[in-house]
């Protein structure tokens, strides 16, 4: 994945971090400068519902090389999926 920067949304997935059981989308505010192992990184964002509200600030540490980027399904969508 390129450079991440403020407002990038990813998809987190156990890829990115064993302790990810349960995936989720994440709204980078911005990647902490912490020094890790090689390869690994500090992201300050907020974790977002399935409608890309917020719902929790977190910092998460994740390897870069299993961020994907993420996507949330327009709201004509996400009424779609509700009433199928």
Avoid: N
């Amino acid at each position: 994945m390129a450079t991440l920067k403020a407002g990038d949304l990813l998809h987190i997935t156990r890829a990115a971090s064993p302790q990810f059981v349960t995936s989720f989308h994440f709204r980078v505010i911005r990647v902490l400068d912490w020094t890790t192992f090689d390869g690994w990184t500090w992201l300050d964002g907020y974790q977002l519902d399935e409608r890309g509200d917020a719902l929790a600030r977190r910092s998460i540490f994740v390897m870069q090389s299993g961020l994907k980027p993420g996507s949330i399904p327009s709201p004509r969508g996400i009424e779609a999926a509700r009433r199928a």
